[in-house]
T-cell receptor
């Protein structure tokens, strides 16, 4: 079975500073990994995903994430955050193409401080 | 592309009544739709998976008679919370996959249900 751990429930960061949101997963099979963002009172929006190939994945809004199989991690990074990046970020894992079970982490609340 | 809508966006109802939430894929056909529940400050928990034209598959601990799911067409799935109680108050989010073997779920904006 898959599981996802987001180590930080809250991450405050000053505007234009870099940020890293951590995500670790556990799985006995190969995985697909996702990062979603949720703005207040809205549904989830896909930021980026790792399916295969290059371990560095670039997404929308300047975010990127790196898949590290040996460390079972998929940390999300942005070199310079904006106020508009304030939101809840969820890491999720599924076990491959066609798999329906998407397991979510508990989320990280990113707060960008002006 | 890949837009999913939900209606209503929020609903308040009295205890004991039933509430229907609609989930539509606006620009693609969704063979599979999912319903999630999200409690305040918590993550999403999968409630059930529905395939068009067949019965939904419920996750362990989810009462199928309480949360009725109907996937009537390739663009519409409904979740009916029957005999709602205050503990059913939550944020309900649906998602949809464009086809078999695809890897990404696209999420609706969610429905906030408050049961008084």
């Amino acid at each position: 079975a898959q599981s996802v751990t987001q180590l930080d429930s809250q991450v405050p960061v000053f505007e234009e500073a870099p940020v890293e949101l951590r995500c670790n997963y556990s799985s006995s099979v190969s995985v697909y990994l996702f990062w979603y963002v949720q703005y207040p009172n809205q549904g989830l929006q896909l930021l980026l995903k790792y399916l295969s190939g290059s371990t560095l994945v670039k997404g929308i809004n300047g975010f990127e994430a790196e898949f590290n199989k040996s460390q079972t991690s998929f940390h999300l990074r942005k070199p310079s955050v904006h106020i508009s990046d304030t939101a809840e970020y969820f890491c999720a894992v599924t076990d491959g193409a066609g798999a329906n079970n998407l397991f979510f982490g508990t989320g990280t609340r990113l707060t960008v401080i002006p | 592309g890949a837009v999913v809508s939900q209606h209503p966006s929020w609903v308040i109802c009295k205890s004991g009544t039933s509430v229907k939430i609609e989930c539509r894929s606006l620009d693609f056909q969704a063979t599979t739709m999912f319903w999630y529940r999200q409690f305040p400050k918590q993550s999403l928990m999968l409630m059930a998976t529905s395939n068009e034209g067949s019965k939904a598959t419920y996750e362990q601990g989810v009462e199928k008679d309480k949360f009725l799911i109907n996937h009537a067409s390739l663009t519409l799935s409904t979740l009916t919370v029957t005999s709602a109680h205050p503990e059913d108050s939550s944020f309900y989010i649906c998602s949809a996959k464009p086809g078999e073997g695809t890897d990404t779920q696209y999420f609706g904006p969610g429905t906030r249900l408050t049961v008084l």
